[in-house]
Nanobody, 120 residues
Framework: QLVESGGGLVQPGGSLRLSCKSSGTLLRSYGMGWFRQAPGKEREVIAKISRSGATNYADSVKGRFAISVDNAENTVYLQMNSLTPEDKDVYYC????????????????WGKGTQVTVSS
């Protein structure tokens, strides 16, 4: 099971750090990622991290977001900086194949999401 936390309301230009903790399954055995989706909108995979620690980001978040994994805590993080209203979405962490492709293919498990709202 994956459980996200850390979402909330933030002003434009602000930062949030999302967390995703796995209960039971060791994250180090999988590639991990974050995607976001709002009702009626297409899913967008925004960040991936491989088992070796390599990362890949969607152009929409490159330079602003950073994905990381703490294997001791069995938790994956998404540091989000310079947030804009366009970043408003429900954010999900996902577990799957060890690939940096920004695709949902190969995803085997995802959480219930955490809401991020960017507004003044």
């Amino acid at each position: 099971q994956l459980v996200e936390s850390g979402g909330g309301l933030v002003q434009p230009g602000g930062s949030l750090r999302l967390s995703c903790k796995s209960s039971g399954t060791l994250l180090r055995s999988y590639g991990m990622g974050w995607f976001r989706q709002a009702p009626g909108k297409e899913r967008e995979v925004i960040a991936k991290i491989s088992r070796s620690g390599a990362t890949n980001y969607a152009d929409s978040v490159k330079g602003r977001f950073a994905i990381s994994v703490d294997n001791a805590e069995n938790t994956v993080y998404l540091q989000m900086n310079s947030l804009t209203p366009e970043d408003k979405d429900v954010y999900y962490c996902a577990m799957g194949s060890d690939t940096l492709s920004l695709s949902f293919d190969g995803t085997v498990l995802w959480g219930k999401g955490t809401q991020v709202t960017v507004s003044s």
